[in-house]
């Protein structure tokens, strides 16, 4: 025999055997499918919607099901069956109601099972052990009616029937946590929210208690209330040209976006876009609050400070009598002598410390459970960020940072992440009324 022919047989014989080998690697291998959840299903709710991913990097899925196991039956869930081998990937959405099924509460085992192409059927197999649980948590408030006040803090305090991973108060769309309480040694959830402010003819929010369980069932309560009429002042401010010089620079100098613009575009932009920025700032602030209670009593108001202007307070600005900008006062200015010593309104740990925008120079505190208190417009800081506070402690100075025409404070609390009236939170009886009592049993 040739050599030339002893190699042409020999490359032959490698080559079946490539073959050889690839066949058996891709018809015979032995690698079981991967399953993969997205989402934990340990509980079952009256509706419960997760993925199941099967993949098979190899020869590919044949068949995926899923079933769910009760009281020794089988029950069939979903189930594909792919017609030609080659898909590495198939996805099964399953939408998973109990009632339909025929299903009971109790506990359950689910059952999914992936069969690869491979002439061994590969099986990948997982099995889980879920309770299911169709029964919506119960909401039992612990008073039935509430007075509130358009710009106000409404307190609800209620309990459940069970351990739940989301629960707080929804006012319309606005979405605040509620919080345990174990005041009186009696456990309870307590929430303070905000209400919107309301002008007379308004139409009065939706408020409803939410929760849900660990199996996604919902349940909801609405919250009776009395909406007391309250007025909100309407002013007409008068900018001045010696107000611009005086003001406009600071924010020229401080942001990139103002300059080369006239005063009066610094301003328009700075009592509009910044301050919604400003607002949003605040709300991402106060977004994470500590769970326990760290104010006791009455807010502390601003020792021998006359009010300068209110919360609502409803402005419309005028340069050369036309109108150049709207605003709403989300707060109440007080004014003293000039760099007063300002005052920590109530215990709690410093959130924020530096400077806002329209607010200038700020100090934020968190007092938990959603509530903070805000200190602006300061000359000087002290305290900051992380920094346990007490009531009476000394955290600034008053100053004209910010948005301000003259030394003053401008003072807001916050609750659920949007302002509310200070006015309140000052007053010992509204506290004794909404919050003690709630937190007692009695209100």
């Known amino acids: 025999m040739k050599k030339y022919q002893r190699v042409m047989i020999l490359a032959g014989l490698i080559v079946l055997a490539g073959v050889g080998i690839w066949a058996f690697l891709t018809y015979f291998e032995g690698e079981n499918p991967e399953i993969v959840l997205s989402r934990d299903i340990g509980a079952i709710g009256q509706r419960t919607a997760f993925d199941v991913t099967c993949i098979d990097r190899k020869s590919g899925i044949r068949s995926a ?32 109601r109990p ?27 997982t099995t889980i052990e879920a309770l299911i649980d169709t029964t919506p948590p119960w909401i039992s408030p612990a008073s039935a009616r509430h007075y509130i006040n358009p710009g106000g803090t409404c307190v609800v305090a209620y309990t459940l029937s069970e351990t739940v991973v989301l629960t707080g108060v929804k006012v319309n769309d606005d979405f605040s946590p509620s919080y345990v309480d174990s005041t009186g040694g009696i456990s309870r959830y307590i929430s303070y929210f905000a209400i919107p402010i309301i002008e007379s003819g308004g139409k009065n929010p939706l408020i409803q208690i939410l929760a849900e369980d660990k199996a996604g069932n919902t349940a909801s309560f609405p919250v009776t209330y009395h909406l007391r009429s309250k007025p909100f002042r309407h002013d007409r401010m008068n900018i ?89 006062h989300m707060g ?22 530096g400077y806002i925008g329209i607010y200038g120079n700020t100090v934020i505190i968190d007092h938990g459970r959603g509530i903070f208190s805000l200190y602006g417009h300061l000359s000087a800081i002290h305290a900051q960020k992380g920094q346990a506070v007490k009531k009476g402690e000394i955290i600034g100075r008053t100053g004209l940072t910010g948005m301000a025409g003259g030394d003053h404070l401008h003072f807001s609390m916050i609750v659920g992440g949007k302002f509310v009236n200070p006015v309140e939170w000052w007053d010992p009886h509204w506290i004794q009324d909404n919050v003690t009592k709630k937190l007692s049993g009695e209100g």
């Not at 309104?345 to 924020?352: E, R, W």
């Open 240 to 328: 001045s040209q010696s107000f611009l010089e005086m003001k406009m620079p600071e924010f020229q100098q401080r942001y990139q976006t103002l300059q080369g613009t006239t005063l009066i575009e610094a301003f328009s932009y700075v009592n509009t876009r910044m301050r919604e920025q400003d607002d949003e700032t605040i709300k991402a602030i106060c977004k994470e609050s500590r769970p326990e209670q760290l104010w006791e009593g009455t807010f502390l108001r601003m020792s021998n400070a006359a009010t300068m202007a209110l919360f609502g307070d409803k402005r419309t600005y005028y340069h050369n009598d036309m109108e150049i900008s709207t605003s709403v």
């Open 65 to 96: 099901s899923v079933s769910i196991l009760q009281d020794g039956k089988t029950t069939a869930v979903a189930s594909v069956t792919l017609p030609t081998r080659g898909k590495s990937r198939e996805t099964l959405s399953i939408d998973l």
């Open 332 to 353: 109440v200015d007080l004014a003293s002598t000039q760099n007063a010593p300002i005052e920590a309104s109530n215990g709690g740990i410093v959130a924020f410390a």
């Open 99 to 125: 009632a339909d099924l025929k299903l009971h509460d109790g506990a359950a085992t689910v059952v999914i099972a992936v069969i690869d192409y491979s002439l061994r059927k590969n099986t990948g197999s």
